[in-house]
């Protein structure tokens, strides 16, 4: 493998677009996404990505990978005989959205709109979305260094909103699910991938 100096980023700075399963991605891929837009336009007019605003930066996004493990099985002869893997993995993307408006309550929460506000059940069912997460190292780069697409996902809130930082945060868990046989669970983007 090369050594890559220019492939070495901090995540100093970065934000979730999300959209309904299905919606395909911009023309230009991760070079199409930038940190303050609003919307994104995908290849398909009627729809967008939709970036969900501010996210906590002391409680950054998180990735996890869980299970997937291997386990070896020796014979009376070979002590690493046959390797097998023991479980099947699971990904979660965690974020901390700081943005109390309606809009990012009802994604979380799959709530609706009430006179006072947005109405929310403490067993909504999940909201299924696909997520674009961006990434850079500096706040008015032209382009994102690094990201990630996961085209199935299920939103559901990480627990109630905390009120103990320095603002106030809803966390929000996306579960990664499989979008089809043959198809990726999710893909890293690169700018090289975009014609860079």
Known sequence: ??????????????????????????????????????????????????????????????????????????????????TKKSSDGSMTVTANALQMDAETLKLIFNGRDTANGVGANINSDPKPLAIVVITQEAQNAANPEFGFYFPKTKATPSGGPQLNGDFIEQGVVFTVESPGTGKDDFEFMLLQDAGE
Do not use: C, Q
């Open 1 to 82: 493998m090369a050594i890559n100096d220019d492939s070495v980023f901090f995540a100093e700075y970065g934000t979730v677009f999300y959209a309904e399963v299905g919606t395909p991605l911009p023309t230009g891929g991760l070079k199409a996404f930038h940190l303050t837009d609003t919307e994104v336009a995908s290849t398909e007019a009627s729809k967008k990505w939709k970036n969900l605003g501010h996210t906590s930066n002391s409680n950054k996004l998180e990735i996890s990978l869980e299970g997937g493990e291997s386990e070896a099985f020796r014979s009376w002869l070979k002590s690493n005989l046959k």
